[in-house]
């Protein structure tokens, strides 16, 4: 492949800033290959609170914390149409404009306006874009960012899934980092087992193996028929298992791929039954993992 022949993707991120006093991290975007970033910005959706300093972007393995902005802006009580970006180098201040007068933002002398910077994550570890932030009380306001980038690799960027205006996880253990799989019910003999490191967020996932019946599965009991629900999280299969996604009467309500790395879903269904079935065709000896589930109820 000739480096350039595709034109830029872009990915966007609405966050609800939350927290405080002290440091906030909130992850804005997964990085699951290597990546050339072009632009990074965020406008103001919903005025910010006063009190928020020491604003930057950065990449985080989950041990490390890389800066792609110095430590040094003030976003304290920004108005709704208010600006936020990255300059060209990790040394320069995240770039503020508000929106209380007109105004031209230019990036610095000499920027490369293709490609700033290049990404490159873990191996075999959830590493994120983040927007992290000092609250002096508490922090409010919605920022909307926005990110360009190349990827020449399989993956790239994937959003990481927004919960704050949703209802509560009714799923028990549905990011996966409880001891054991004791909130979850194997079916079609399937072997549940927590493995790491996680797919999504903190440090383990679950896998569901093959143990000598079709369509093996795990399941909870926690919907009510006629309800409708709205379920997020991530899968990835070993390259032979389908991750599948199955209610009782609707059938399978999201379908993966065999082999085509990790998963992202997001699907709003009107159940008709309890159960919610994370499952995947096989019927040979075989896996796929889950994690980051998120099940709320819509309606």
Not at 47 to 74: C, E, I, Q, R
Not at 147 to 154: A, F, I, N, Q, T
């Amino acid at each position: 492949m000739i480096f350039g022949e595709r034109g830029p993707s872009q990915a966007t991120k609405t966050i609800t800033l939350a927290g405080g006093p002290g440091p906030v991290e909130q992850d804005l975007f997964l990085v699951t290959a290597p990546v050339e970033i072009s632009s990074l910005s965020g406008v103001v959706e919903t005025a910010l609170a006063a009190g928020l300093t020491a604003a930057y972007f950065d990449v985080y393995d989950g041990t490390a914390s890389v800066p792609l902005t110095l430590n040094t802006a003030v976003i304290s009580s920004l108005p709704a149409g208010s600006w936020i970006g990255k300059q060209y180098e990790a040394s320069d201040a995240m770039t503020v404009q508000s929106s209380s007068t007109a105004a031209l933002v230019e990036l610095s002398a000499g920027s490369d306006e293709m490609h700033p910077c290049i990404v490159v994550p873990k191996d075999g570890v959830s590493t994120y874009i983040r927007l992290c932030y000092m609250v002096d009380s508490a922090a409010s306001g919605v920022i909307r960012v926005r990110l360009e980038y190349e990827s020449h690799y399989p993956g790239g960027i994937s959003r990481v899934q927004d919960t704050t205006a949703r209802g509560p996880n009714i799923l028990v253990d549905g990011d996966m980092e409880a001891a054991g799989v004791g909130a979850w019910t194997a079916g079609s003999s399937a072997v549940l087992t927590k493995e790491t490191p996680a797919l999504f967020n903190g440090s383990q996932k679950m896998r569901i193996t093959y143990g000598g019946s079709s369509n093996p599965s795990a399941r909870q009991d926690v919907m009510s028929p006629g309800s409708t629900y709205r379920v997020t999280g991530c899968a990835e299969s070993d390259g032979t298992a389908v991750p599948r996604l199955y209610v009782v009467g609707l059938g399978d309500i999201w379908t993966g791929a065999a082999g085509a790395g990790l998963q992202f879903f997001d699907v709003t269904f009107a159940s008709t039954h309890a159960r919610l079935y994370l499952t995947h065709t096989l019927a040979v000896p075989g896996h796929a993992d889950w994690d980051g589930l998120y099940l709320s109820l819509e309606s």
